[in-house]
T-cell receptor, first 113, second 113 residues
């Protein structure tokens, strides 16, 4: 059974640009969450989607957005990139929106220059 | 709100030594508690979990007991191996907060042969 797949794995952008990251959850999983991991702030929750609806959102500015498609694949977008957006972005999926094991992808490492 | 505090690392041990990583939490209601592990270059993997007070989670020789009276979920392993070198994250999930994971800052463990 394939795990959570995130693309791209690595990318470099410059300030002011925008970026789109993609996440394919485990087959059958309907909930997808996104987390940002940085050395200074640790792991912080961005948002969660379930059946194409955003169920929960963390304390990030509106530049961070996401969506989920009917096949449960998810994308997150960061517009007007800032240096502080450099981070590892982790996607996680689980079967339903209720409590249960989260399966994480390997992450997309974004560097903003 | 919810918060998780865990001991800072790095923790450096010799093979076969005893490992303890302290974790305490603050939460409303009755959260579920987790330990996740992140090996170099990989995403997070669930190591163990406990969903109610006095539950003991265990996996791969690691154990942690949900102590509501001390709001703690300390991770222990009796005899570590070089392959246990990783970053360990304590986390909680609370339905009152929308089922998102709140992570501690992570503890890097280095086991030397």
């Amino acid at each position: 059974k394939a795990g959570v797949t995130q693309t791209p794995r690595y990318l470099i952008k410059t300030r002011g640009q925008q970026v789109t990251l993609s996440c394919s959850p485990i087959s059958g999983h309907r909930s997808v969450s996104w987390y940002q991991q940085t050395p200074g702030q640790g792991l912080q929750f961005l948002f969660e989607y379930f059946s194409e609806t955003q169920r929960n959102k963390g304390n990030f500015p509106g530049r961070f957005s996401g969506r989920q498609f009917s096949n449960s694949r998810s994308e997150m977008n960061v517009s007007t990139l800032e240096l502080g957006d450099s981070a590892l972005y982790l996607c996680a999926s689980r079967l339903t929106g209720e409590t249960g094991e989260l399966f994480f992808g390997e992450g997309s490492r974004l560097t903003v220059l | 709100g919810n918060s998780v505090t865990q001991m800072e690392g790095p923790v450096t041990l010799s093979e076969e030594a005893f490992l303890t990583i302290n974790c305490t939490y603050t939460a409303t209601g009755y959260p579920s508690l987790f330990w996740y592990v992140q090996y170099p270059g990989e995403g997070l993997q669930l190591l163990l979990k406990a969903t109610k007070a006095d539950d003991k989670g265990s996996n791969k020789g690691f154990e942690a007991t949900y102590r509501k009276e001390t709001t703690s979920f300390h991770l222990e392993k009796g005899s570590v191996q070089v392959s246990d070198s990783a970053v360990y994250f304590c986390a909680l999930e609370n339905k009152a907060a929308g089922n998102k994971l709140t992570f501690g800052g992570g503890t890097r463990v280095l086991v030397k042969p």
